[in-house]
């Protein structure tokens, strides 16, 4: 076993988290040397991250919602650096955690610590990483319109009830979509870019997609006859039971096309685009999960 090291970079609303505290002193006194640093303002993650490289750690933990796990990975990428990264799950949807399988209890995330790293790779927009997925459409409007008392107060139970609230907005886009041996246009209302499998608390948009594969799963989801209804079923389960009318395919890279401009959620993050190109860096990061994670599966 190597030098047991890591640093924690802590978002900061979760500095007062005493079940955080208790799981941080637990591994302490099981023997583990862990710093703690916390995020106050945008550029904190990527500093810290090379502040934690240049220190020495070997072993880096992302504490926080789905954010700040692209944050630090996303920083720990680009540096070229060799640790290896942790994720402890604080958000109100943990979508990329509970798709890996990793446990949602802080004591336990951290004992992934003790597990091996395993390569696994990032998806990329126009140069950006992202962890879990690019959203695009009325889902994306509806997670980047949420309030984030009504996340803290309902978890993400609050997505569902927002979109609820939005139905009068629902409307398609339309977009030009073109990767290897794959093209498609037209009106949707929803788009799955997914290096993980979930998004928006809970709502599968690309069930079989890994991590360690080389790919992105993509979904589209056209614009159907009655989007109200077919909205519900989205943001009630995702895309199960939309299968049959959703265009999907596996590619290394896609181009987006959107004339209209597009709503994009990039791991929490909302964006908007007219033009984008989606990609992957395939074993960009070291990562400890749990025996058996369902995202791995790769060749």
């Not at 926080?64 to 958000?91: F, H, I």
């Not at 949420?146 to 997505?159: H, I």
């Not at 265009?247 to 181009?255: G, K, S």
């Not at 990039?266 to 960009?284: I, K, M, T």
Request: aromatic residues 6%; charged residues 20%; proline residues 5%.
């Amino acid at each position: 076993m190597s030098e047991r090291k890591a640093l924690l970079i802590l978002h900061g609303k979760q500095a007062q988290n005493e079940e955080v505290r208790a799981a941080v002193q637990a591994l302490r006194d099981s023997g583990w040397q862990l710093a703690v640093r916390l995020t106050w303002e945008g550029g904190d993650a990527a500093r810290l991250v090379d502040e934690a490289l240049a220190a020495g750690y070997p072993r880096l933990i992302a504490g926080g919602g789905d954010g700040t796990l692209r944050e630090v990975a996303e920083a720990l990428a680009l540096s070229g650096g060799q640790a290896s990264l942790a994720l402890l799950p604080l958000g109100t949807a943990n979508d990329f955690c509970h798709a890996a399988g990793i446990p949602q209890a802080a004591e336990a995330a951290l004992a992934l610590l003790e597990r091996p790293a395993v390569a696994v790779d990032l998806g990329e927009m126009d140069g950006q990483l992202f962890l879990n997925m690019a959203t695009g459409g009325f889902g994306s409007k509806v997670t980047a319109h949420t309030p984030e008392e009504l996340k803290r107060l309902l978890g993400g139970a609050a997505y569902f009830l927002t979109g609820l609230s939005r139905f009068t907005e629902v409307h398609s886009a339309f977009g030009r979509f073109r990767g290897p041996g794959f093209a498609w246009e037209g009106e949707f209302l929803a788009l799955g870019i997914g290096n993980g499998r979930q998004a928006g608390g809970g709502h599968l948009l690309c069930p079989q997609a890994c991590i360690d594969d080389g790919r992105l799963d993509i979904c589209i989801l056209p614009a159907p006859q009655d989007p109200v209804q077919t909205l519900g079923t989205l943001l009630s389960g995702g895309i199960l039971g939309l299968e049959a009318v959703a265009v999907t395919a596996r590619l290394p890279w896609l181009e987006v096309e959107a004339p209209e401009g597009l709503d994009i959620n990039l791991d929490g993050e909302p964006l908007r685009r007219s033009a984008s190109r989606f990609g992957v860096r395939a074993a960009a990061l070291r990562l400890h999960l749990p025996d058996g994670s369902p995202l791995l599966g790769g060749p």
